[in-house]
């Protein structure tokens, strides 16, 4: 089928699901034809793509890195059927066997703990998790569609197709923005009502963990240095884009399901009755794979907390409408490894002031759109 044909096929699928006039069962028929039509469009359009940056991966690997992430965002039904990743980064025996230890939801939370610092010292090669050979922050992006979804305890909400961070930005991803000069480059800063000239060190000096300490204006300033580093607009997730990331269309308060499971996130489990755990601090990011939300963003329970775009009373700004210049507090959304399950769920909702730096808090980043991948 070439791409009008699946063009026009989209087409007449939504003006029947939209217009015409027919029994719910077929229309639910028709929602899952639109959904398999979408996913051989993908399939079409990213072989060949795919097939030029396995080119790339033997004639210009730094070339292959940036499209490859790009990619991945862009089609991921397609995945990486020929292991070009691994072929770019080449993680020695000992990386792969600590990542696959990892997925054992089993694995104590100590251990856990441990293997993210060995990580750290062996220069965790994971996608997303540390810096492009460039030196630019290396973001896993992970394409939200577009669509409904549950918004607190029963708003039914429509948001466009984003993209979301899969992991919280890391401390030696922050640091290429200090290193940058962004705490001095007045241009970050623009029209925001503080202007930060310090920032409280980083407490837990491990690459991979996430950079913590971070008020909302400094997350901001680095969006806009990292924006001009990708050539798109990076930006907070609202806390709409921040919670259908988290727990998907189907209500669940927890990424995983309805209720809280012992080991699935790093929060305080023992204040909360559930096991004797409370590592009191938090991890590298992405150790909790089982955790992970329906799209495959980690660690939006527990770990940190982390700042969304909008006011805390606007709730329901669009990022075109979020007031950047007011000084009014922001949400925190996910709870932190400090936190008890009460106030550790995809629904709950934290308001600091902007200026706020605590050991607890950070952020990850959102964009709304992705340049298609350009070979020239």
């Not at 607190?152 to 640091?175: A, C, K, M, V, W």
């Not at 806390?239 to 790093?266: D, F, H, M, V």
Request: include cysteine.
């Amino acid at each position: 089928m070439t791409d009008g044909k699946f063009e026009d096929a989209l087409y007449y699928l939504n003006e029947i699901h939209d217009y015409a006039i027919i029994p719910q069962p077929f229309r639910l028929q028709i929602r899952q034809r639109i959904r398999s039509v979408k996913r051989l469009k993908q399939l079409h359009e990213g072989y060949p793509i795919y097939q030029h940056i396995a080119d790339l991966v033997r004639t210009n690997p730094p070339a292959a890195y940036d499209k490859l992430t790009h990619f991945f965002a862009l089609y991921p039904e397609v995945g990486d059927p020929s292991n070009l990743f691994l072929q770019l980064v080449r993680p020695n025996e000992e990386v792969l066997t600590l990542l696959q230890q990892i997925e054992d939801p089993d694995l104590s939370a100590q251990e856990r703990l441990k293997i993210g610092r060995r990580l750290s010292e062996l220069d965790d090669p994971r996608l997303g998790v540390g810096l492009r050979p460039d030196g630019v922050p290396d973001i896993a992006w992970i394409k939200i569609p577009e669509g409904d979804f549950i918004f607190g305890f029963d708003r039914h909400i429509e948001l466009p197709e984003y993209f979301i961070s899969q992991y919280t930005i890391t401390h030696i991803q922050f640091q290429a923005f200090l290193d940058d000069g962004g705490l001095e480059e007045s241009i970050w800063w623009e029209d925001l009502a503080e202007r930060e000239t310090e920032i409280n060190e980083q407490l837990w000096q491990f690459k991979n963990y996430p950079r913590v300490r971070v008020s909302w204006y400094m997350a901001v300033a680095y969006c806009r240095w990292l924006s001009s580093k990708l050539g798109t607009e990076v930006r907070l997730p609202t806390e709409q884009e921040w919670e259908k990331a988290a727990r998907g269309t189907k209500g669940a308060i927890y990424p995983w399901g309805t209720s809280y499971i012992a080991g699935y996130s790093n929060i305080n489990e023992a204040i909360s009755g559930i096991s004797p755990t409370n590592l009191r601090e938090p991890t590298a990011v992405g150790m909790y794979p089982h955790g992970q939300s329906p799209y495959g963003v980690h660690d939006m329970i527990g770990n940190v907390a982390e700042w969304c775009l909008n006011e805390f009373e606007n709730p329901d700004a669009a990022p075109s409408k979020v007031n950047l210049y007011s000084d009014q507090k922001r949400p925190l959304r996910g709870g932190s490894w400090s936190s008890d399950r009460l106030f550790a769920h995809t629904v709950r909702r934290r308001g600091e002031l902007p200026i706020t730096q605590f050991n607890d808090i950070g952020f990850r980043v959102a964009c709304s759109y992705l340049p298609k991948i350009n070979f020239d």
